[in-house]
C-alpha cells in the first residue's frame, strides 16, 4: 500500500530561524498536498503540487515536489510565532482516489 | 460562506452507547471523507464516499459505519464505542474533478467515551 514517510516528528525553533520538512513516499505520486494544522484547529489546505520538479512559493513558505516525485518538502524562512502547528503532507498515487497523509511535523517557534 | 459543518463539536457517550456524529456541506462537493485523529497522529482515514458510492478503508472497524442520504449530508455511526475510540472524527470534502482533489476539512467533533 502506499506509504508516505515525514521527517523530523518535531522541531522547536528561536522565532526568525528557518525551518524545513521533508516528505518522502515509497510509490510515485500523482500529486503532493501539504495541510497546516494548528493546536485544537482542523487541516487546513496551504497547496497542491502536480510536476515533477515543481517549486511554488507562498510569501515566506517554499515548497517543493521532487523530479521523481516521490518527495517533497516545505521550507519556511523566518519563522514567526504564528507559523506554530503540525504541517501534513499528504500524497496521492495514480489509480487511487484518496490521500496518504504523513505523520506530520510539528512546530514550536518561541519569540 | 460555504462551509463543512460538524455537529456536535464534542461528543460524550458511555461505552457500548450507540453514537452518530454529522457532517454537512455547502460546498457541493462529490466526495465526502471520514478521518480519525488522534493525539499527536496524522488523520486517519475510515471512508469515503464518491458521489453515492461508499469505500470503506481495508482497516476500518465493522464497529464504524456511514450513511450519505445527500449530497450535503454525511454520518458516521459507531455501533459500540469502545475506550479506543475516543479521538477527534474530522469530515473533509473535495471536488474530485479536473485533476484536483483539494480536500476542505470541518472543525472535527471530539468523542469522550466513558
Known amino acids: 500500500g502506499q506509504q508516505v514517510m515525514q521527517i523530523p516528528q518535531y522541531q522547536h525553533v528561536q522565532e526568525g530561524e528557518d525551518f524545513t520538512t521533508y516528505c518522502n513516499s515509497s510509490?510515485?505520486?500523482?500529486?503532493i498536498q501539504w495541510y497546516k494544522q494548528r493546536p485544537g484547529g482542523h487541516p487546513v489546505f496551504l497547496i497542491q503540487?502536480?510536476?515533477?520538479?515543481e517549486v511554488k512559493k507562498q510569501k515566506r513558505l517554499t515548497f517543493q515536489f521532487g523530479e521523481a516525485k516521490k518527495n517533497s518538502s516545505l521550507h519556511i524562512t523566518a519563522t514567526q510565532t504564528t507559523d506554530v502547528g503540525t504541517y501534513f503532507c499528504?500524497?496521492?498515487?495514480?489509480?487511487?482516489?484518496?490521500?496518504?497523509f504523513g505523520k506530520g511535523t510539528m512546530l514550536l517557534v518561541s519569540p | 460562506d460555504a462551509m463543512v459543518i460538524q455537529n456536535p463539536r464534542y461528543q460524550v457517550t458511555q461505552f457500548g452507547k450507540p453514537v452518530t456524529l454529522s457532517c454537512s456541506q455547502t460546498?457541493?462537493?462529490?466526495?465526502m471523507y471520514w478521518y480519525q485523529q488522534k493525539s499527536s497522529q496524522a488523520p486517519k482515514l475510515l471512508f469515503h464516499?464518491?458521489?453515492?458510492?461508499?469505500?470503506n478503508e481495508a482497516d476500518t472497524p465493522d464497529n464504524f459505519q456511514s450513511r450519505r442520504p445527500n449530497t450535503s449530508f454525511c454520518f458516521l455511526d459507531i455501533r459500540s464505542p469502545g475506550l479506543g475510540d475516543a479521538a477527534m472524527y474530522l469530515c473533509?470534502?473535495?471536488?474530485?474533478?479536473?485533476?484536483?482533489?483539494?480536500?476542505?476539512f470541518g472543525p472535527g467533533t471530539r468523542l469522550t467515551v466513558l
Open positions: 510509490t510515485t505520486l500523482s500529486n
Open positions: 460546498l457541493n462537493h462529490n466526495v
Open positions: 464516499y464518491y458521489d453515492k458510492d461508499f469505500n
Open positions: 473533509a470534502t473535495s471536488r474530485v474533478d479536473r485533476g484536483t482533489d483539494t480536500q476542505y
Open positions: 499528504a500524497g496521492r498515487s495514480p489509480g487511487y482516489s484518496t490521500l496518504t
Open positions: 503540487l502536480v510536476k515533477s520538479g
